[in-house]
């Protein structure tokens, strides 16, 4: 039987009828079309974001907000920072303290020289700090300028304080003179007494201080320091300045040069309620030390026996244990 071969017949008619091809006039309509939804939408979104961000957001709790602290003059007899405050930054100190107990000769030494000091200078203010838990004032002899450290700074100089006072021996001191003293800002003058017996133990500590204070990149002590107890202080002219700014600690302290005012006329001129002066009239130290050096160097010797740094408000005070390890 012969076979016959099957044949594959093409329909090109109905084969072009079910075709999907385009036309290019409507394909090009159909591009243009959505095109002009996308740019439509990309509009319409920057517009949705920009309402977005410049609407006003409503007020933030008080309740979490830290307020910054507002250095008021009132507050402190008329001194002001000489460092504007910084957030998380914190003053710290480095200084000895003496006790000036209610009875001490020292105490009425010191009260009897404010006393006469007080009839030429009207405006000076008593610098020793009381302490709130026991209400006893306190004289500081400063070891170290301001220092102003971060945070993470904090701990690292109080390991270093905390070595120092292990390292060194306790040891006496004595005051020899009265003398004026000024601040580095020329903002307040200071009446001091100054360090006799133990000036040599109080700038070994200075010095041994100096590298860590170095490591933080903070400002060592005086080359050569004048160790003092300040026990009052009175508000300079601002030649420059009319807000001005002085620094609440006395620890910027170098001798000033002497010469005639009046006092009077200078306290007339004064911006109330904080009267300045020039500086103190030439004959009020030398009149002082004719009056009181003498009791003074008799008064006799106070015991050191420990470090103190103040960090802020928290204050820590380490014992001077003469260790050598």
């Given at each position: 039987?012969?076979?016959?071969?099957?044949?594959?017949?093409?329909?090109?008619?109905?084969?072009?009828?079910?075709?999907?091809?385009?036309?290019?006039?409507?394909?090009?309509?159909?591009?243009?079309?959505?095109?002009?939804?996308?740019?439509?939408?990309?509009?319409?979104?920057?517009?949705?974001?920009?309402?977005?961000?410049?609407?006003?957001?409503?007020?933030?709790?008080?309740?979490?907000?830290?307020?910054?602290?507002?250095?008021?003059?009132?507050?402190?007899?008329?001194?002001?920072?000489?460092?504007?405050h910084v957030e998380g930054q914190f003053a710290a100190h480095v200084y000895v303290t003496l006790s000036l107990a209610t009875n001490s000769r020292l105490k009425q030494l010191v009260q009897?020289?404010?006393?006469?000091?007080?009839?030429?200078?009207?405006?000076?203010?008593?610098?020793?700090?009381?302490?709130?838990?026991?209400?006893?004032?306190?004289?500081?002899?400063?070891?170290?300028?301001?220092?102003?450290?971060?945070?993470?700074?904090?701990?690292?100089?109080?390991?270093?304080?905390?070595?120092?006072?292990?390292?060194?021996?306790?040891?006496?001191?004595?005051?020899?003179?009265?003398?004026?003293?000024?601040?580095?800002?020329?903002?307040?003058?200071?009446?001091?007494?100054?360090?006799?017996?133990?000036?040599?133990?109080?700038?070994?500590i200075s010095v041994s201080l100096g590298p860590s204070l170095r490591s933080i990149r903070q400002q060592e002590y005086y080359v050569n320091p004048r160790f003092h107890a300040s026990i009052?202080?009175?508000?300079?002219?601002?030649?420059?300045?009319?807000?001005?700014?002085?620094?609440?600690?006395?620890?910027?302290?170098?001798?000033?040069?002497?010469?005639?005012?009046?006092?009077?006329?200078?306290?007339?001129?004064?911006?109330?309620?904080?009267?300045?002066?020039?500086?103190?009239?030439k004959s009020l130290v030398p009149s002082l030390n004719e009056s009181h050096q003498e009791k003074l160097s008799q008064v006799g010797t106070f015991n050191v026996k420990s470090l103190t740094?103040?960090?802020?408000?928290?204050?820590?005070?380490?014992?001077?244990?003469?260790?050598?390890?």
């Open positions: 039987m012969k076979r016959t071969n099957n044949v594959l017949v093409e329909y090109s008619d109905s084969s072009d009828e079910g075709s999907d091809s385009v036309n290019p006039i409507e394909k090009k309509t159909s591009e243009q079309i959505v095109k002009r939804r996308f740019i439509f939408y990309i509009y319409f979104l920057k517009q949705r974001l920009t309402f977005e961000f410049d609407r006003k957001l409503p007020p933030v709790s008080s309740s979490i907000v830290i307020a910054s602290p507002v250095d008021n003059p009132a507050l402190h007899q008329g001194r002001t920072r000489s460092t504007p009897s020289i404010l006393t006469d000091a007080k009839k030429d200078v009207p405006t000076i203010h008593e610098t020793w700090q009381v302490d709130p838990s026991d209400k006893k004032p306190e004289l500081h002899i400063s070891l170290s300028r301001p220092i102003f450290l971060w945070a993470n700074q904090r701990e690292e100089l109080r390991l270093a304080v905390k070595q120092l006072a292990k390292k060194n021996k306790p040891f006496v001191v004595s005051f020899a003179t009265l003398s004026e003293l000024t601040n580095d800002e020329k903002s307040r003058t200071f009446l001091a007494m100054e360090v006799g017996a133990g000036h040599h133990e109080l700038n070994l009052g202080w009175a508000l300079l002219h601002r030649a420059n300045d009319n807000s001005g700014s002085s620094a609440i600690s006395d620890s910027f302290c170098t001798a000033v040069n002497d010469t005639e005012v009046n006092l009077t006329s200078d306290i007339d001129q004064a911006t109330p309620p904080f009267h300045t002066i020039p500086h103190f009239p740094l103040k960090i802020g408000k928290q204050v820590s005070t380490w014992p001077l244990l003469g260790l050598d390890n």
